[in-house]
């Protein structure tokens, strides 16, 4: 997870420092990067999934329990974003 998290923080900042100001400049190296930057973040989640998988297992959660989990997660994130937007 952590070498997944570090990849796709690399390959952000790499992307901040070349990406160009207009679409219309977009270069080879910058969409060969976004394309980069897109499996990391792939990879990331899919990190993320086996780590939670994991956790419920060594829990011993339901299906049902792992989506109430799930979902009371995504509610507060939701909550979060609307608080530092205000």
Same mark, same amino acid.
């Given at each position: 997870m952590a070498k997944s998290v570090e990849e796709?923080?690399?390959l952000?900042?790499?992307?901040g420092r070349l990406k160009s100001r207009? #679409?219309?400049n977009r270069?080879?190296?910058?969409y060969?990067?976004?394309q980069k930057l897109e499996e990391a973040r792939r990879r990331e989640l899919e990190a993320q999934k086996e780590l939670d998988?994991?956790?419920y297992d060594i829990l011993g959660l339901s #299906?049902?329990?792992? #989506?109430q989990v799930e979902?009371?997660? #995504?509610k507060l994130q939701e909550m979060r974003r609307q608080r530092t937007r205000a």
């Amino acid at each position: 997870m952590a070498k997944s998290v570090e990849e796709r923080v690399g390959l952000e900042e790499e992307y901040g420092r070349l990406k160009s100001r207009s #679409k219309a400049n977009r270069g080879v190296l910058e969409y060969e990067l976004e394309q980069k930057l897109e499996e990391a973040r792939r990879r990331e989640l899919e990190a993320q999934k086996e780590l939670d998988e994991a956790v419920y297992d060594i829990l011993g959660l339901s #299906k049902v329990e792992r #989506k109430q989990v799930e979902d009371g997660l #995504k509610k507060l994130q939701e909550m979060r974003r609307q608080r530092t937007r205000a």
